[in-house]
């Protein structure tokens, strides 16, 4: 898995409520047996029209926010179906980071196992940073995992929280199964003592 | 011992390890596997030269874009890329040996339903899938929660899942419920009370009378919607009726086995006075038939009532009623019983099974659909099917008008070539009214099977209790 430790870079703002999954990456996308393509379909029927020409009012249409590496998003963010062609396509495009008052809870496990940071903070602090990203391209939002800062283009400084372990698995780049499989002990003790006490699983 | 929730018990029964910060590794009793989130996991496996742990406990089913009419066995059939996921599916299924079902097997369905029908979802497991409602399982008091492709692969790989424990939410619905009211209006109910977010970092515990009262399928309608509350799972305590639907099941225990697993299994309720971090009440009284009118399963409303105004909401919910409204194509104040509709689908994995085929063929019984109408029925699993054909409930469909299709998701998500027309109005039995939902443009109004029928007699939105 890519790490992710710091990213500089635009934010897109997406003042949306309860943006889910078929949004993000409709479901014609999702017969793709990879895992890779899928950024140029992000949001396809927000961004692109029946002919496929762009829109040009969708916020990652405008010339200013095309190469956005961070969004800004309403409440419930990525709510809907479990699919993690959702997170692939908004790393394909380039995001690696979405701050948003609330996420479901599947999207959000599902953005950690691929480098992306999504980042809950209180209704208000998004308010100021869909702000700060409103004003475009020379607004540049840092954000440092290590020390759970976010800094807007005016040089202030939000603090967020992140559960320690997910931290350190997209600082370090970690893959979950091999981590795993280091404790492959304990899960076969857990199985034979299972045998005996609910052998008709 | 301290008083433990149902969600407690399962729970601990099922930690491999825990880390000091309390990140466990959760044991996986069953994996259910369809073709539209796993080919990367299999994929990921093989390049990392891993085998899948526990072949036995993990079963895999094509369902979300199998076509639902005749001949779909011929690849042919399909589109292109369809095929293609199919193909990975017959292919992964037998290079790593797991339990298939595939489009030629009478039992094959979708996934939330095959997995009860089949026994292989019994009380106190811990049952996942690539797929959100997974929560469906819930309803035998099992812990079932949809997880990404590579919690897929990672439950392929070690039969464990990393997991922090949710919090525990009790929703009670009391009394009984009024004529025409079912188990998709009580979920419905729900969402509509809560939002679509009011689940989050929950499990949720239905319980109550009303909750008692329903039937397997219609627990099963409950718990599959928990996800569109935001819920990680929804569970029902086991009871007489879980026992009397596993018992004889192809996978369910037997003789001594199933006597060992009954002691287990009447221990699995929530203890008095466990402890709950929120608690819904709602009177089972209160509940009426409704629909959906917006574009988020929590904008749900009677019947009776108006299409809202994005006046009537506050904070960002105005601006998403205003944006919905016009995507659905309602204007404010429209009693909802005069939206004229063009389709209709009954079906998919909240309301595809025996019990609510029987519910909408009551109310079509001897009656025809209106003129234009295009109309569905898209049985959950061929067994499903089998049934309502021995019932006489597929002539009450034919001859009202219906379509008559073999089961998979089909309309639900529209990936197979079942879809809607931009602006087609659909009065749907499945569980989310997103925007594109059932096809490009297409607008979705949620319901219960007996509310669908009705209006595909009616040709609009149309309160049951009128036909009844
Ligand atoms: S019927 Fe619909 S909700 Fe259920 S599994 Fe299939 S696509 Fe998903």
Redesign the pocket.
């Known amino acids: 898995m890519d790490k992710f430790t710091t990213l500089t870079g635009v934010a897109a703002p997406m003042p949306l409520i309860n943006v889910d999954t078929d949004m993000i990456i409709p479901k014609q996308f999702l017969k793709t047996i990879k895992r890779s393509g899928l950024g140029k379909n992000l949001f396809d029927e927000m961004r692109f029209d029946d002919d496929g020409a762009e829109i040009p009012d969708f916020v990652l249409n405008k010339p200013q926010y095309r190469s956005a590496e961070i969004l800004v998003a309403g409440d419930n963010f990525g709510c809907g179906?479990s699919r993690e062609h959702a997170p692939w396509a908004i790393k394909d495009f380039g995001i690696r980071c979405v701050i948003a008052p609330s996420f479901a809870d599947i999207f959000f496990n599902n953005c950690f196992k691929n480098g992306i940071l999504p980042i809950a903070l209180p209704q208000e602090t998004v308010d100021i940073l869909m702000k700060d990203a409103e004003k475009g391209s020379n607004a540049r939002m840092t954000i440092d995992l290590e020390a759970q800062t976010i800094t807007t283009s005016e040089g202030e400084a939000i603090t967020f929280e992140v559960d320690p372990f997910k931290k350190h698995c997209l600082l370090e780049g970690l893959d979950d199964i091999g981590l795993t499989m280091e404790k492959s002990t304990n899960i076969d003790s857990f199985e034979s003592s299972a045998a005996q006490s609910r052998p008709w699983v | 011992m301290s008083p433990k929730t149902l969600y407690d018990k399962i729970w601990d029964a099922h930690v491999a390890h825990e880390a000091d910060d309390g990140t466990c590794l959760l044991y996986i009793d069953r994996h259910l596997v369809h073709e539209v989130t796993s080919p990367q996991a299999f994929e990921g496996l093989r390049m990392a030269g891993r085998s899948v742990r526990a072949p036995d406990k993990t079963i895999a089913v094509p369902?979300?874009n199998v076509p639902t009419t005749a001949g779909r066995e011929d690849p042919a059939n399909m589109t292109g890329d369809s095929a293609i996921q199919v193909a990975a599916l017959d292919k992964n299924a037998r290079d790593f040996g797991i339990h298939y079902y595939p489009v030629t097997d009478v039992r094959q369905g979708?996934?939330?339903i095959v997995g009860p029908e089949q026994g292989w979802t019994l009380p106190g497991m811990t049952v996942v899938c690539g797929?959100s409602?997974t929560a469906t399982h819930g309803a035998f008091g099992s812990l079932a929660h949809g997880i990404g492709t590579s919690e897929v692969e990672h439950v392929l790989a070690t039969q464990t899942l990393i997991q922090k424990k949710s919090k525990n939410m009790k929703v009670e619905i009391t009394g009984t419920l009024r004529p025409g009211v079912t188990a998709k209006d009580i979920t419905l109910s729900v969402i509509g009370k809560t939002g679509t977010a009011g689940g989050t970092g929950y499990v949720i515990e239905y319980c109550g009378e009303a909750i008692r009262d329903l039937s397997m399928e219609g627990r099963m309608t409950v718990c599959n919607m928990a996800i569109e509350g935001g819920a990680r799972a929804g569970l029902i305590a086991p009871d007489e009726k879980t026992y009397e639907y596993c018992k004889g099941r192809p996978h369910a225990p037997k003789g001594a086995q199933w006597e060992a697993a009954m002691d287990w299994w009447k221990t699995l309720y929530s203890d008095d006075d466990a402890h709950w971090d929120m608690v819904v009440m709602i009177k089972g009284e209160d509940i009426a038939p409704v629909v959906t009118w917006g574009t988020s399963p929590e904008d749900v409303l009677p019947i009776t009532a108006n299409v809202p105004a994005p006046e009537d909401f506050s904070g960002g919910k105005a601006d998403a009623a205003k944006r919905s409204l016009d995507y659905m194509g309602l204007a404010p104040g429209t009693p909802l019983e005069d939206v004229a509709i063009d389709t209709v689908f009954i079906g998919?994995?909240?309301n595809?099974r025996i019990e609510d085929l029987r519910a909408a063929a009551e109310i079509l019984r001897g009656k025809k659909i209106k003129d234009g109408m295009r109309a569905m029925v898209v049985p959950g699993s061929g067994l499903v099917r089998a049934q309502a054909e021995e019932e006489g409930l597929a002539d009450i469909f034919r001859d009202a008008g219906f379509e008559w299709r073999l089961a998979g998701?089909s309309m639900?998500?529209a990936m197979n070539p079942d879809q809607l027309e931009p602006g087609e109005r659909c009065a749907a039995t499945?569980?989310?009214n997103f925007e594109g939902r059932q096809g490009r443009g297409g607008r979705t109004h949620l319901m219960s099977p007996a509310m669908a029928a009705a209006a595909a007699v009616t040709g609009r939105l149309t309160d049951v209790r009128e036909l009844m």
Do not use: A, F
Request: net charge negative.
């Open positions: 179906s | 369902d979300h979708i996934v939330h797929d409602h998919s994995c909240t595809g998701c639900c998500l499945s569980n989310r």
